[in-house]
């Protein structure tokens, strides 16, 4: 049983008030895959790089155990970009700078082993080439999704067509907001179960989480942090946290997503305290345990 994610991997520059780094590991699929990993060892990553991608970071993932076998490397190219400043608001980047290089023209393909991966994540790509992907897997078990403004601004038919297809829809509160056209999200959120997914994530960032089905509703909180670094992938790394524990005891009953929420919160909050994958890079398990049970205390009533 493995976990397959198609997204980004890129280099980033990032600005917030506890400093700054510049080409720093990241990418939707980067981080979504560090976090699964604290919980799945079977991790199977689709991307793509240029050649200027640091062999370090290879060795990173390697260790990780994220199997790279369909990380393409395009010779004569160069790594996707993206320098952003969140100096003036941690909970939104002021984008500086964003070159696709490479990624502009990913293609998603799956190596044949990868076909039958029963765990699918979509990360936050075009949604068509979303679908194509879901094309070429074979037999998945669970398909989680992410989305952003700009493909609901810009390709929102395939969008749609990738929602139907989909069992569990994670976005944030924003995102849902501008989805549905309801400003309330407990309304957002039943009106996207109407487009297709079983089950709706809305992040909250520093307030949480929501998730919805027809049928149940369960506001998670988020770790109380004092301090927060740089934000760049809590979100890939709350889903990441989310479908690895899912994954690791192999069943998506109410109960069991409800942990795999707090889970997600927990991993995020680790990211956040430091830049790129800074943080994770020393993350053990047994610190995810013992923050997920302060997380139940602090809302234990």
């Not at 989480?209 to 004092?226: G, K």
Request: include cysteine; charge should be negative.
């Amino acid at each position: 049983m493995s976990i397959l994610v198609v997204g980004s991997v890129g280099l980033d520059d990032v600005k917030t008030h506890a400093g700054k780094v510049e080409n720093a590991l990241g990418g939707s699929a980067i981080y979504f895959s560090t976090a699964a990993s604290f919980f799945y060892d079977s991790i199977r990553l689709v991307a793509v790089v240029g050649d200027d991608f640091p062999q370090e970071h290879l060795d990173f993932l390697e260790v990780r155990g994220i199997g790279l076998e369909g990380l393409e490397q395009i010779q004569d190219g160069k790594t996707f970009r993206w320098g952003g400043d969140y100096t003036s608001d941690l909970n939104a980047a002021t984008t500086l700078f964003t070159d696709l290089n490479v990624y502009g023209d990913f293609n998603p393909k799956l190596p044949e082993a990868y076909k039958d991966t029963p765990y699918v994540f979509l990360a936050n790509i075009n949604p068509e080439l979303q679908l194509n992907v879901l094309r070429q897997a074979t037999t998945p078990k669970l398909i989680v999704c992410d989305t952003m403004n700009l493909w609901i601004n810009n390709s929102l038919d395939a969008l749609m067509q990738t929602l139907s297809e989909v069992d569990i829809l994670i976005l944030n509160d924003g995102e849902a907001r501008l989805l549905t056209g309801e400003s309330n999200l407990i309304r957002a959120g039943k009106q996207i179960l109407t487009y297709g997914p079983d089950r709706v994530v809305i992040k909250k960032g520093e307030h949480g989480a929501i998730s919805l089905t027809d049928s149940t509703v369960f506001t998670a909180p988020a770790y109380p942090l004092e301090s927060v670094s740089d934000p760049t992938g809590a979100g890939d790394s709350f889903a990441g946290g989310f479908l690895g524990y899912l994954a690791s005891v192999g069943e998506t009953s109410e109960a069991t997503v409800r942990k795999a929420v707090i889970y997600g919160a927990v991993v995020a909050s680790f990211n956040v305290e430091d830049f790129s994958l800074n943080r994770q890079r020393r993350l053990t398990r047994s610190e995810i345990e013992d923050r997920y049970h302060q997380l139940y205390e602090a809302a234990l009533f």
